[in-house]
Antibody
Framework: QVQLQESGPGLVKPSQTLSLTCTVS??????????WSWIRQHPGKGLEWIGY???????YYNPSLKSRVTISVDTSKNQFSLKLSSVTAADTAVYYC??????????????WGQGTLVTVSS | EIVLTQSPGTLSLSPGERATLSCRAS???????LAWYQQKPGQAPRLLIY???SRATGIPDRFSGSGSGTDFTLTISRLEPEDFAVYYC??????????FGPGTKVDIK
């Protein structure tokens, strides 16, 4: 059973860079066939997809966040990471790492981490 | 950009009742790319339905999905106590890759 676990600071100051890491267990990022993603949820609100990385290192970001987002992968540690720069209070959210599965002609988010709350405040 | 609208915002029902949740897209969505998730307080979303009508692994058959084009429905045939939660529809294919609806909360009447 694949498990994902987010880690990183729960408090970030405005204008600084938010950094989170997702550790994957029960499966290898290097095996390919899946997209490794970050998704966030503002308090009491809906879900916003941030971006993905493939094991090869190819990425795709939500255009609304693209200028501030970097996602990277460390296959030796079976981890992938999120950096979000120039954060403001509007970036306060629960951040989830997740795995997107492609099956036949469909794609869906099949596994999620438990989520980690990141608060942007001075 | 495709916008998903869910109705009702809140559905108040009793255990054993049938729940019908609606998801409407601002333009046609491929059924292959429509999914439903359940989220309970303090938990991550859980995949229920993908491809508009296929149940994810381990999902009870009281959950079913249907629809095409711009109108999709999640039906819970008989509500169990553990089904009271927020439900999100999601589509794949826009420039932001995945977009989610605002959610429908199913609470206990």
């Amino acid at each position: 059973q694949v498990q994902l676990q987010e880690s990183g600071p729960g408090l970030v100051k405005p204008s600084q860079t938010l950094s989170l890491t997702c550790t994957v267990s029960g499966g290898s990022i290097s095996s390919g066939g899946y997209y490794w993603s970050w998704i966030r949820q503002h308090p009491g609100k809906g879900l916003e997809w941030i971006g993905y990385i493939y094991y090869s290192g190819s990425t795709y970001y939500n255009p609304s966040l693209k200028s501030r987002v970097t996602i990277s992968v460390d296959t030796s540690k079976n981890q992938f990471s999120l950096k979000l720069s120039s954060v403001t209070a509007a970036d306060t959210a629960v951040y989830y790492c997740a795995r997107e599965d492609v099956e036949m002609a469909t794609i869906f988010i099949n596994y999620w981490g438990q989520g980690t709350l990141v608060t942007v405040s001075s | 950009e495709i916008v998903l609208t869910q109705s009702p915002g809140t559905l108040s029902l009793s255990p054993g009742e049938r729940a019908t949740l609606s998801c409407r897209a601002s333009q046609s969505v491929s059924s292959s790319y429509l999914a439903w998730y359940q989220q309970k307080p303090g938990q991550a979303p859980r995949l229920l339905i993908y491809g508009a009508s296929s149940r994810a692994t381990g999902i009870p058959d009281r959950f079913s999905g249907s629809g095409s084009g711009t109108d999709f429905t999640l039906t819970i045939s008989r509500l169990e106590p553990e089904d009271f939660a927020v439900y999100y529809c999601q589509q794949y294919g826009s420039s932001s890759r995945f977009t989610f609806g605002p959610g429908t909360k199913v609470d206990i009447k």
